[in-house]
């Protein structure tokens, strides 16, 4: 085993994952038509979505490369599956611990149907358990913290505040903030999300 395999991952996903599991027992019948952050986007389908995302980047990891790893990102018409409160907390705990392994950050793979590099892929994976968690526990009214390590990475991938994403790109443009709002704000808000959002606000 040569040094570089060695070598641990960057980040470790299972923080981010048990605090997007942990949002999932709260979410009531009522609550999985409630509207999130994301514009047209019910809590049913965001949770459709997180099931997806969180199996494609499991799949991502381990560079097995097929039908999850091939299909680009979308709600559109996406319909949560049934027994969802137990496939999906074992789909994010597999997800993260794909990513532990430091072959996972290695070399190139596929995820939303781009190849990329294996260490760009893991933050990108990151980034969507961090702003999802955000996301779901916004639109059901839970409390959210995520750690600050994880924060900076959100920071370091997103755009820069002013810029446009690119074409393609899910985020929307930057949202202002204070230079020294929460580090949790000004991650949210470069995402093109409001920090201030609530559901009827």
Same mark, same amino acid.
């Given at each position: ?13 299972? %923080?981010? +994952?048990? =605090? ?6 709260? *979410? !009531?019948? $009522?609550?999985?038509? &409630? ?66 392994? %430091?072959? +996972?950050? =290695? ?6 149907? *781009? !190849?990329? $590099?294996?260490?760009? &892929? ?80």
């Amino acid at each position: 085993m040569d040094n570089e395999t060695k070598t641990a991952p960057p980040q470790d996903l299972a %923080p981010a +994952a048990r =605090q997007l599991a942990g949002l999932l027992d709260a *979410v !009531d019948g $009522p609550l999985l038509s &409630a509207p999130t952050p994301c514009p047209g986007v019910p809590v049913s389908a965001l949770l459709a979505h997180i099931g997806g995302l969180a199996v494609a980047f499991r799949d991502a990891a381990h560079k097995e490369l097929g039908a999850t790893t091939d299909t680009a990102p979308s709600v559109e018409g996406i319909v949560l599956a049934e027994g969802w409160r137990d496939t999906l907390p074992r789909a994010l705990d597999a997800m993260a611990t794909a990513w532990r392994s %430091p072959e +996972a950050w =290695q070399g190139m793979t596929r995820a939303g149907s *781009v !190849d990329l $590099p294996g260490q760009v &892929a893991g933050m990108v994976a990151l980034n969507e358990l961090v702003l999802h968690g955000w996301d779901l526990a916004r639109a059901t009214g839970q409390p959210f913290r995520a750690e600050e390590v994880h924060l900076e990475s959100t920071l370091a991938l997103l755009a820069e505040p002013g810029d446009s994403p690119p074409a393609g790109s899910p985020f929307g443009p930057p949202v202002p903030v204070p230079d020294d709002a929460p580090l949790l704000d000004r991650a949210v808000a470069r995402s093109g999300r409001r920090p201030d959002w609530r559901p009827g606000g």
